[in-house]
């Protein structure tokens, strides 16, 4: 019997490379983003290439019990998920008293209620069973503060604490929980949250959807707790572990762009 994997922002970049992967490995999939055509095309193209059943959902997971109504909805199906990538998110690149609040309470609505909500719902469903996979989309914004993009390092930080502490729990139930940390991606992230402009994105490689899905992937397939893509973005959580806090606040902010920062040092 094949496995089934629900993947939320799987219209687009790194979730839609996740959908390819478990096509390519012949399971079937839930694909759940707000962008209908984007998802009857890559169902399409899914079913055509790889022979495996998608199911779409089109749904705004910010939307006060669109949670419960997904997992309900699956269920109604008569799937049973083996594979859940919380991969919805996004970020914004500016002065946090520039931004409407709105936008900061759609984000982290999506950044962490949504993805702590569908973790609690399939993780008590898995309960017995001795398996069931989670890889959950942070970044490496999850080890330092970002000024300029305060709200969504934070965020990114919650998903990593969350994601380690799952893992450590869940193990025991046969669960395990991956947190996968890319750094800038070439995805519709950059342009939705304005950080084409920043320092990083000018000066950094800039990796491909497909190279962190990839990665995310194979690390969930092993349990791993934690995986970093990409050679210097691993230097960088170890380094700023020896440096004083506001030595990594200020770096962070010269990285982010930030006008007023003056000498790290």
Not at 34 to 42: F, G, I, M, V, W
Not at 93 to 102: L, N
Not at 166 to 175: D, F, M, P
């Amino acid at each position: 019997m094949r496995e089934t994997a629900l993947i939320t922002g799987a219209s687009k970049g790194i979730g839609k490379e996740f959908a390819i992967l478990f096509a390519e490995r012949k399971c079937n999939l839930v694909l759940v983003a707000r962008s209908a055509d984007q998802l009857e095309e890559l169902k399409k193209a899914l079913c055509e290439e790889y022979g495996v059943r998608v199911h779409t959902i089109v749904k705004d997971l910010v939307i006060p019990n669109a949670v419960n109504e997904l997992f309900r909805e699956v269920k109604a199906l008569g799937l049973d998920v083996d594979y859940l990538v919380n991969n919805a998110g996004f970020g914004d690149h500016g002065a946090f008293v520039d931004t409407q609040w709105e936008r900061y309470e759609e984000m982290i609505a999506l950044n962490v209620k949504v993805l702590t909500h569908l973790s609690h719902l399939y993780t008590r469903d898995w309960i017995g069973r001795k398996k069931g996979k989670i890889v959950n989309i942070s970044s490496t914004a999850a080890f330092q503060p970002g000024p300029m993009m305060a709200v969504y390092f934070a965020t990114k930080a919650y998903v990593l604490h969350l994601s380690e502490a799952l893992n450590q729990e869940l193990r025991k139930e046969g669960i395990t929980v991956t947190t996968l940390c890319p750094g800038p991606t070439r995805t519709h992230f950059l342009e939705d949250s304005g950080m084409k402009a920043a320092w990083l994105v000018k000066n950094v490689k800039v990796a491909t959807p497909r190279a962190v899905a990839e990665l995310g992937f194979k690390a969930m397939m092993k349990g791993k707790p934690v995986v970093i893509h990409g050679t210097m973005n691993k230097v960088a959580p170890f380094a700023i572990r020896f440096l004083p806090r506001k030595w990594v606040t200020r770096l962070s902010a010269k990285v982010m762009g930030h006008s007023t920062v003056g000498a790290i040092w």
